[in-house]
């Protein structure tokens, strides 16, 4: 758990984010993936703090009892949205700017997700008119036509196996025709 909704981690998440207190908008636990194009479609989630500010949203991990911004993301950076279903689902989306996708997660220190604050997070990266993937379209993982082979060992036996597997990629379906 990220401390963040006591007046001194407030103050705390100014100071070390420099961030003026007018300037905040929502804060919440969020767990985020950064998928570069072309990267594996798995990913290790990262958790940390999601900052909304009137300059960005700011992905920040707590270390050393500090706040350290990670990443930052602009509304202008977003080419467009992915979510299953929709801007109030209670669920993970993500965003694609021009070198990658980002999975945010906002979630309340429950682990459950934050419903409120993800649709601030939504609303903000999301400008008017923007495309916004639902359901099953834009889709973002494909074939990469690249196999991988993999193997180990029956278990409780030493008799080796093998196969082969089609490895995935991430792309950016903003750039396709809907």
């Known amino acids: 758990m990220i401390p963040y909704d006591t007046p001194e981690s407030k103050a705390q998440i100014q100071r070390d984010l420099k961030i003026a207190p007018s300037d905040i908008q929502a804060v919440s636990e969020t767990n985020w993936c950064l998928f570069p194009y072309g990267s594996d479609a798995s990913c290790r989630v990262t958790q940390g703090l999601g900052v909304l500010t009137s300059k960005g949203l700011i992905l920040s991990l707590y270390k050393n009892h500090t706040y350290v911004e990670t990443a930052r993301i602009l509304p202008e950076q977003v080419q467009c949205v992915k979510t299953g279903g929709g801007r109030t689902a209670v669920e993970p989306f993500v965003v694609f700017t021009q070198d990658q996708a980002i999975m945010l997660a906002v979630i309340t ?11 601030s997070f939504f609303d903000y990266l999301t400008k008017p008119g923007q495309h916004v993937f639902t359901g099953t379209d834009g889709g973002y993982v494909r ?36």
């Open 109 to 119: 220190p429950g682990g459950k997700m934050n419903g409120p604050v993800k649709i």
């Open 143 to 178: 074939n990469s036509g690249r196999k991988q082979t993999v193997g180990g060992l029956v278990s409780g036996t030493a008799i080796p196996w093998h196969t082969t597997i089609d490895v995935t990629e991430v792309f950016n379906p903003c750039t396709q025709d809907h």
